[in-house]
């Protein structure tokens, strides 16, 4: 079967070819992926991967290509027509409505732990690792839990709240090295019987429970908050109620930090592939949005982009997990592996392509009194003032 010419250009657009012999090239072993293609786009990009109708060596910069190039729009009348349908559905109902809010718990945490044990550092952080100073996964994450620390000012006998904390990394982290006391919340069983289990010694508490929940089971005030990786959750119509429940938590001279993946540019669209399979309801917000959002509940007093991190994070993922795999695969099956490797490595050129941000905030109540000092590692070296070449420029963030 030919390829369609409209597909082939856009495609060329992105420098990127059908059955061509760079790393990046499409290699299609099924005809009717083509017509998949156009029809349903993004999912039928990832379903087809998964079932095996293409292939790709470096499917990390194959994604990168198409997003640089904008090929993720709706590429016939019937795929446009759907992704208005789901536009006005996010406008009729919302998709991140606390009955829903323990589907992606379901979902996408509580499978096999073993996969998350796997590609995971030592202290089992499932967020972006900052790799100023990091030449490994576990120094980066390490380094990124001392960062939160260090900006929110953490100080022994605090009361720290961590909004969707996961496997309880920085709960940890914050209650050995800077001596506080943490109440944690997470959506997901599995994580919450994790923390209870291999955390017991600390003090921290888990709740299972939405945030919108937590001011009636702790109405107490927390000197500070982090949320880390959870806000991607909770979708543009609830900002007003996150926020304004963050501040109900927080004590007036208080401080939060937000750390969550950003859009480049005000979208309503969103991958539907991902939207189906690994984040139910997620949405990535715009500065816009964001600002949009905490406005007359918090100040900004410092905001720090290291998106480029994310790319290097991923692949650091992918590869733990791919070594793994053998130990894995006689509970699993194929199609898993390839599932997780599109999942993690087309993430992977969504930050790449500089289209996915990672933003870390910190917050105030604006009663808060005193000026607020930024914090970030010293450099131990000159910032470069020009880069050698063109093609170092291009892979700047996967370095």
């Given at each position: ?318 590869q733990n997990f791919e070594r793994a795999w053998p130990r894995l695969e006689c509970d699993s099956t194929p199609e898993f592996f390839r599932f997780w490797r599109y999942y993690l490595l087309s993430c ?24 607020y000092q930024s914090w970030r590692p010293q450099r131990q070296e000159e910032p470069t003032l020009m880069l050698q070449d063109a093609s170092i420029h291009g892979q700047a963030c996967s370095a």
């Amino acid at each position: 079967m030919p390829v369609p010419a409209s597909l082939a250009a856009i495609v060329e657009a992105a420098d990127v070819r059908f059955n061509g012999d760079r790393p990046w090239d499409f290699r299609v072993h099924n005809p009717q992926f083509y017509g998949a293609l156009l029809q349903h786009g993004s999912l039928a990009l990832g379903n087809g991967y998964v079932r095996g109708d293409w292939d790709c060596e470096q499917l990390d910069e194959l994604i990168c290509r198409l997003l640089r190039s904008d090929a993720n729009r709706p590429l016939t009348l019937r795929s446009r027509l759907a992704e208005l349908a789901r536009i006005l559905r996010d406008q009729l109902s919302n998709p991140q409505a606390l009955r829903r809010s323990f589907v992606v718990g379901r979902r996408h945490y509580d499978i096999d732990p073993r996969v998350y044990a796997a590609m995971l550092d030592p202290q089992m952080v499932y967020s972006c690792g900052y790799w100023r100073h990091a030449e490994s996964l576990a120094d980066a994450q390490d380094h990124k839990l001392r960062l939160i620390c260090e900006k929110l000012e953490l100080r022994p006998g605090m009361r720290l709240l961590d909004v969707g904390c996961g496997w309880g990394s920085l709960a940890a982290y914050a209650a050995r090295h800077y001596g506080v006391e943490v109440v944690g919340i997470t959506v997901s069983a599995q994580q919450a019987s994790w923390i209870g289990e291999h955390l017991a010694d600390l003090p921290i508490r888990v709740e299972l429970c939405d945030y919108r929940q937590l001011p009636a089971r702790d109405p107490g005030l927390f000197d500070r908050i982090a949320s880390v990786g959870m806000f991607e959750h909770v979708g543009r119509r609830n900002d007003h109620t996150f926020f304004r429940t963050l501040k109900r938590l927080l004590h007036p001279h208080g401080l939060a930090l937000l750390h969550t993946i950003g859009s480049a540019r005000t979208t309503n669209r969103t991958d539907p592939w991902i939207d189906r399979y690994i984040f139910p309801g997620g949405r990535l917000p715009s500065a816009p949005q964001l600002t949009d959002g905490l406005e007359g509940h918090f100040l900004i007093e410092d905001w720090e982009n290291f998106g480029c991190d994310y790319d290097r994070t991923l692949l650091a993922w992918w590869q733990n997990f791919e070594r793994a795999w053998p130990r894995l695969e006689c509970d699993s099956t194929p199609e898993f592996f390839r599932f997780w490797r599109y999942y993690l490595l087309s993430c992977a050129g969504f930050f790449r392509s500089r289209q996915g941000l990672l933003w870390q905030l910190v917050l105030s109540r604006p009663e808060r009194a005193g000026a607020y000092q930024s914090w970030r590692p010293q450099r131990q070296e000159e910032p470069t003032l020009m880069l050698q070449d063109a093609s170092i420029h291009g892979q700047a963030c996967s370095a």
